[in-house]
């Protein structure tokens, strides 16, 4: 299931998308109880030719912008 991002600029690979979606994958081998981090992202975008696509890749490798509201 995938979380409205939409309010959101994907940065990826020093490029800036506008995000759709994404998907928050877990590595649960982990035997601690602490909060667990996404290890893997999957993530539904815009590309600069406006064509929808997507992209999984290792969690550090996403920044996220929140969209300024207009006034």
Do not use: C
Not at 5 to 11: A, E, L, P, R, T
Not at 14 to 30: D, K, P, R, T, Y
Not at 39 to 57: G, L, N, P, Q, R
């Amino acid at each position: 299931m995938g979380i409205d991002m939409s309010n959101y600029k994907m940065i990826y690979k020093e490029q800036v998308f506008n995000v759709l979606s994404i998907a928050l994958f877990f590595n649960h081998n982990s035997e601690e109880k602490k909060v667990n981090k996404p290890t893997f992202i999957e993530a539904v975008y815009i590309d600069e030719s406006i064509e929808i696509k997507t992209i999984k890749d290792e969690a550090w490798t996403f920044q996220f912008i929140r969209r300024q509201a207009k006034d």
